[in-house]
């Protein structure tokens, strides 16, 4: 049995040697931190043999930053609820004088899945825009926020795998997030899921793969960001076993 060794989970180089060393053969890493950081791009440089289940850091940008991820939305007319970016909390401020509509508030960056707010009026919208840009509650998760359209309605989590041209899914999954009973209250990093949901028929799953799905995958191919080659080092990996 192998000791656990002492290495910091930002330390790629070393964790890709070690892996090395223990003839390790797939990487399958996890959460979305080390990701985001380029764990799979480090592991390509320094351990070239060991095959990666997991995005590259570009493509992590996906998760990383929601501000990134909505503007890429907009950009392959993916269908999203409307939106503005701000890194500015003076033009932030403003725009939330400006609009009408019910709102939530998105810190940019990674939160552990606690940095969106749903403010329950103008007074609160303020105030979580203060405290996530000003008194900085999210770290630097905040020094950018999307403040988006609030959709009302059934949540619904569909997770897929892609080879970066095809996808599978998996069986639709519904999270829920807000910590009161009758989705109330803050969210939080997650309050519980199941699998599989009955909240959505085939048709609307089959419209979500046509709309969303495929979109996003070509989308990525086309910027740059494509799939394919991990997931190609991978059946490498599988078909050399």
Same mark, same amino acid.
């Given at each position: 049995?192998?000791?656990?060794?002492?290495?910091?989970?930002?330390?790629?180089?070393?964790?890709?040697?070690?892996?090395?060393?223990q003839?390790?053969?797939?990487?399958?890493?996890?959460?979305?931190?080390?990701?985001?950081?380029?764990?799979? !791009? *480090?592991? $390509? =440089?320094?351990?070239?043999? &060991?095959?990666?289940?997991?995005?590259?850091? /570009?493509?992590?940008?996906?998760? #990383?930053?929601?501000?990134?991820?909505?503007?890429?939305?907009?950009?392959?007319?993916?269908?999203?609820?409307s939106?503005?970016?701000?890194?500015?909390? !003076? *033009?932030? $401020? =403003?725009?939330?004088?400006? &609009?009408d509509?019910?709102?939530?508030?998105? /810190?940019?960056?990674?939160?552990? #899945?606690?940095?969106?707010?749903?403010?329950?009026?103008?007074?609160?919208?303020?105030?979580?825009?203060k405290?996530?840009?000003l008194?900085?509650?999210?770290? *630097?998760?905040?020094?950018?926020?999307?403040?988006?359209?609030?959709?009302?309605?059934?949540?619904?989590?569909?997770?897929?795998?892609?080879?970066?041209?095809?996808?599978?899914?998996?069986?639709?999954?519904?999270?829920?997030?807000?910590?009161?009973?009758?989705?109330?209250?803050?969210?939080?990093?997650?309050?519980?899921?199941?699998?599989?949901?009955?909240?959505?028929?085939?048709?609307?799953?089959?419209?979500?793969?046509?709309?969303?799905?495929?979109?996003?995958?070509?989308?990525?191919?086309?910027?740059?960001?494509s799939?394919?080659?991990?997931c190609?080092?991978?059946?490498?990996?599988?078909?050399?076993?």
């Amino acid at each position: 049995m192998t000791n656990c060794p002492s290495i910091s989970s930002i330390d790629f180089a070393a964790l890709a040697d070690f892996a090395h060393k223990q003839h390790i053969n797939l990487l399958l890493p996890g959460p979305e931190a080390p990701l985001v950081a380029g764990i799979v !791009d *480090a592991f $390509r =440089q320094h351990a070239p043999g &060991i095959a990666c289940f997991g995005p590259t850091q /570009a493509a992590a940008r996906m998760e #990383g930053s929601k501000t990134f991820s909505k503007d890429f939305m907009k950009r392959f007319s993916i269908p999203t609820a409307s939106y503005e970016n701000f890194d500015d909390y !003076d *033009a932030a $401020r =403003q725009y939330l004088d400006h &609009i009408d509509h019910d709102i939530v508030i998105k /810190a940019d960056g990674l939160a552990a #899945g606690k940095g969106v707010i749903i403010p329950q009026s103008k007074e609160e919208a303020h105030q979580a825009l203060k405290e996530i840009m000003l008194e900085k509650e999210f770290g *630097a998760a905040g020094e950018k926020v999307v403040i988006e359209e609030f959709l009302e309605g059934e949540e619904l989590s569909i997770l897929s795998l892609s080879d970066g041209r095809t996808i599978k899914s998996l069986p639709p999954a519904q999270d829920h997030k807000r910590i009161g009973e009758g989705d109330t209250g803050p969210n939080t990093g997650g309050m519980g899921a199941y699998a599989p949901t009955q909240v959505v028929s085939q048709s609307e799953l089959e419209e979500i793969q046509r709309t969303v799905l495929q979109p996003t995958i070509d989308g990525m191919n086309e910027a740059g960001m494509s799939a394919a080659t991990q997931c190609h080092q991978l059946m490498e990996c599988a078909n050399s076993q």
